[in-house]
């Protein structure tokens, strides 16, 4: 009997085993089911469109924080843009010599690494946002597009001016002194290949200054943005990291446009004017957005998309010159290409600096 009951019994477990066996698929499809319904909950529920810092208290310390940001950054940005304008009459940082070369690699991969890694990504952060409508931001990639569009006019405004430049100065009379207009022909062999090295170093010149100005421009755009973006923020952590962060960043970023400034040989005014446009960008930046923060949301439409398109023309412009203006001109260079410790030592500090530049977004991000 005994045996029989067992029997028995161990047929029910069977009979709920394979009851639950077969369930189980259906368990399975009921939980895919459930979790599709779900997913748009799970999904936006860390999506908003709202700024969710909120508090007296804790508006206080962000905008403690905030004035700090304004001297730390003013303070990084004048000492980055004035080392190389301080140094430029030592000779070892003359234009062509080895260390000239070493540090305009270093500022050129600061500069390349800001397009590609800070300012590219925020770019198709704001555009694609899900806060913007789909329609049209969603189908099209608005980022990358106005990056190549604001670094093809940068190209085209690059070649139209340093052409009007050249133009003029090949049309202008050359000055005769009285040797020459006794024996013209004479002279013409003597001072002909003095008026083409004047003429090349004028262009020279001509292009230096269009780069750093052109180069300065795309800096304005971006620092006029993160100094907004901080302003306008209420979160006391995320000002801290943007401190020290966009501390670095302006630094870097200052020795960069402060060497193309000290080749383009400037008058005092100009190099004045351009050195206190580039320190007080951030700070003023900064300052709208504490003015504003109170009406401001970073995720609004509106702010989205002028936040975007700058970002995106800013990120385009600071490839470019990277690239173009700052790479391929000394790279391609006769007195690099000759010297393979030099060479070496450019490309090192090219990285290097690129190197530097992105952990500092990964310090931003943190």
């Known amino acids: 009997m005994p045996f029989i009951i067992i029997i028995c019994l161990v047929k029910q477990k069977e009979k709920k085993l394979l009851q639950q066996t077969r369930m189980f698929p259906y368990n399975i499809v009921m939980l895919v089911h ?43 940005s004048a000492i980055g843009v004035c080392i190389p304008l301080l140094l430029k009459n030592v000779r070892a940082l003359q234009p062509e010599t080895g260390l000239h070369f070493l540090i305009k690699a270093f500022a050129a991969g600061v500069i390349l690494a800001t397009g590609f890694i800070h300012i590219l990504p925020d770019a198709f952060a704001s555009l694609t946002s899900p806060c913007l409508p789909e ?3 969603g189908g099209f990639p608005f980022a990358g597009f106005i990056a190549m569009m604001a670094a093809i006019v940068t190209l085209m405004m690059e070649a139209l001016a340093t052409g009007y430049h050249r133009r003029a100065e090949m049309q ?21 290949p003095a008026i083409l090295l004047e003429r090349s170093n004028s262009s020279s010149l001509i292009r230096n200054r269009i780069v750093s100005q052109v180069l ?24 801290k990291s943007l401190i020290a962060a966009l501390s670095f960043h302006q630094f870097f970023e200052g020795i960069g446009l402060g060497g193309c400034i000290s080749q383009a040989k400037f008058k005092a005014r100009t190099i004045t004017t351009m050195v ?4 007080l960008t951030t700070p003023a930046g900064i300052a709208i957005g504490i003015l504003i923060s109170k009406r401001y949301n970073e995720y609004s439409p509106t702010a989205l998309v002028v936040q975007g398109v700058l970002d995106s023309a800013s990120s385009g412009i600071l ?4 690239l173009v203006d700052l790479l391929a001109a000394d790279f391609m260079n006769p007195k690099l290409q000759t010297d393979f410790r030099v060479q070496f030592g450019a490309n090192f500090s090219l990285l290097l600096g690129a190197c530097c530049m992105s952990l500092m977004a990964k310090w931003g991000d943190s």
Do not use: R
């Not at 936006?44 to 206080?60: D, N, P, R, V, Y």
């Not at 050359?174 to 022909?185: G, I, K, R, S």
């Open 276 to 279: 206190l446009f580039f320190s």
């Open 34 to 76: 459930l979790s599709i319904l779900f997913l748009p909950k799970l999904v936006f529920a860390k999506c908003t469109c709202e700024s969710q810092i909120k508090g007296h208290g804790i508006e206080h310390e962000a905008l403690e924080f905030k004035l700090i940001g304004i001297g730390s950054i003013l303070l990084a």
């Open 216 to 239: 300065e421009l795309g800096i304005v755009f971006h620092s006029t943005v993160i100094g907004v973006s901080m302003g306008a923020t209420q979160n006391p952590k995320i000002i």
């Open 135 to 137: 329609n049209p931001w």
């Open 172 to 192: 202008k009379p050359q000055p005769l002194d009285a040797d020459e207009e006794a024996n013209p022909t004479d002279a013409g062999h003597v001072h002909g």
């Open 319 to 322: 490839i470019y010159m990277a």
